[in-house]
């Protein structure tokens, strides 16, 4: 008994440790990984940096938002990721919903953070 109280005592501080690490990694994510989505998912309207300025812009009413402008820059990661997962009926910008697992989805905010003008 005595065994098993030393054995949580010790193991709980490190379970703990571990998760407190994971929280905050996927709290940051990473504007790299965040890039390569972006690349494949949101350049072709967005433009390869992220400023609307794609081939397909001329063809889109309303035009694609500058993401390194003030505008989406002022929202928060919430809205942003609700803009992702929700899109604008109406416009261009389709549901991803479901296309992306959720460290995906905070990499690719970190990546929208990491190109703010
Ligand atoms: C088919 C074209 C298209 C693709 C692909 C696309 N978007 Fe959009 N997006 C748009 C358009 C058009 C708007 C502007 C909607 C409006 O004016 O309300 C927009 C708006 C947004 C906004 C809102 C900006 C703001 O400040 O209001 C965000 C954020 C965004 N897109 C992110 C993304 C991300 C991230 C991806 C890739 C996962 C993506 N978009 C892919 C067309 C696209």
Do not use: W
């Not at 379970?15 to 390569?36: D, F, L, Y």
């Not at 910008?93 to 995906?104: L, N, P, R, T, V």
């Amino acid at each position: 008994m005595l065994v098993r109280r030393a054995f949580s005592l010790v193991l709980i501080p490190v379970v703990a440790a571990m998760s407190s690490v994971t929280i905050a990694a996927s709290s940051q994510g990473n504007p790299e990984s965040g890039r390569k989505i972006y690349l494949e998912s949101c350049q072709s309207c967005h433009g390869p940096t992220g400023k609307g300025d794609s081939d397909m812009a001329a063809h889109l009413t309303p035009p694609p938002s500058n993401l390194t402008a003030k505008a989406t820059q002022t929202k928060t990661d919430a809205e942003l990721r609700k803009i992702i997962l929700e899109g604008r009926p109406g416009t261009a910008m389709a549901s991803f919903d479901g296309a992306f697992e959720e460290d995906q989805l905070t990499d690719l905010i970190a990546f929208i953070r990491s190109i703010q003008s």
